[in-house]
């Protein structure tokens, strides 16, 4: 029997990247280290183009969640599919064809200390793709220049202020045009206009660039930030403002505790919710 291709065809691309697409599905997910469970019976999904805000204390599984995902991890039950491939169940070296429709942004940036900017943002498409030199160094430019470091690509990270660093980050995760982008406390550290900076690059990518992203975060106020402001393009000039209440709706709050979900949905109904550890979060 001949070998069955996982590459998709062009009419099931467009069905995965139609609005209101699942692109993430967690279905009754469990993960336990040894005695300590991290999540348990865990449902969600992720929208094509939407964004979901993953909160909770320390140990909570915010940052387990993105493992899984990118299947460093392997849940211990549950099935998980990402860009309509169950990932639960394959091996190491399909994944990795996965991965490559997949963005992560670490915690502190995780840059090349030895690398240029080019060279950072460039590492995936000059190390691990067959793409000619002149339109990788095209693409790098391009990324760069959309999240306004076009004039550093030849600095070292050394040589740039903490919240640069974060968005060369986002430019490096973004160069090789994945679906879906993956941010651990992307602002964690930086202080509030400098995680503004940060916070609308991930806000452009969402809506001038139909990224679907899972944003991993303890910082309330990024959090809100990033679920009630949209990104627009008029005379070629990008703005980040205030969004409706529809926009808004497409940013959605995830609140685990004990391993469970303890609160999913938008931003008006997590303020307005009466759970008092919400509240106390929150507080």
Do not use: C
């Amino acid at each position: 029997m001949a070998e069955k291709s996982r590459e998709r065809s062009s009419a099931a691309q467009e069905v995965l990247d139609a609005p209101g697409a699942p692109v993430v599905v967690f279905d009754h997910v469990s993960l336990a280290f040894d005695e300590k469970v991290i999540l348990k019976d865990v449902s969600f999904t992720l929208i094509s183009g939407h964004t979901k805000i993953i909160l909770g204390a320390s140990g909570a599984g915010k940052s387990v969640t993105l493992k899984i995902i990118l299947g460093l991890l392997a849940a211990d039950g549950g099935v998980v599919w990402v860009n309509g491939e169950r990932v639960d169940q394959l091996a190491e070296e399909d994944m990795m064809k996965v991965r490559a429709d997949l963005g992560m942004v670490f915690q502190e940036g995780a840059l090349f200390d030895s690398l240029t900017v080019r060279e950072n943002v460039g590492y995936r498409l000059y190390e691990e793709s067959d793409m000619p030199l002149p339109v990788a160094d095209r693409r790098v430019e391009e990324v760069l220049g959309f999240i306004g470091l076009g004039e550093f690509m030849d600095r070292m990270p050394s040589e740039l202020s903490g919240g640069q660093r974060r968005r060369v980050a986002i430019a490096r995760a973004m160069a090789s045009k994945p679906k879906i982008l993956l941010y651990d406390e992307p602002t964690t550290g930086l202080d509030p206009i400098t995680a503004t900076t940060v916070d609308d690059e991930i806000i452009k990518l969402r809506d001038l660039e139909n990224v679907s992203s899972i944003v991993v975060t303890h910082q309330l106020r990024d959090a809100f930030y990033l679920a009630t402001h949209t990104a627009v393009k008029e005379n070629g000039t990008i703005r980040v403002v205030p969004a409706d209440a529809q926009k808004a709706e497409q940013a959605e709050f995830m609140m685990l505790r004990d391993g469970f979900i303890a609160f999913e949905g938008d931003a008006d109904e997590l303020r307005h919710s009466e759970d008092e550890y919400l509240k106390k979060f929150l507080s």
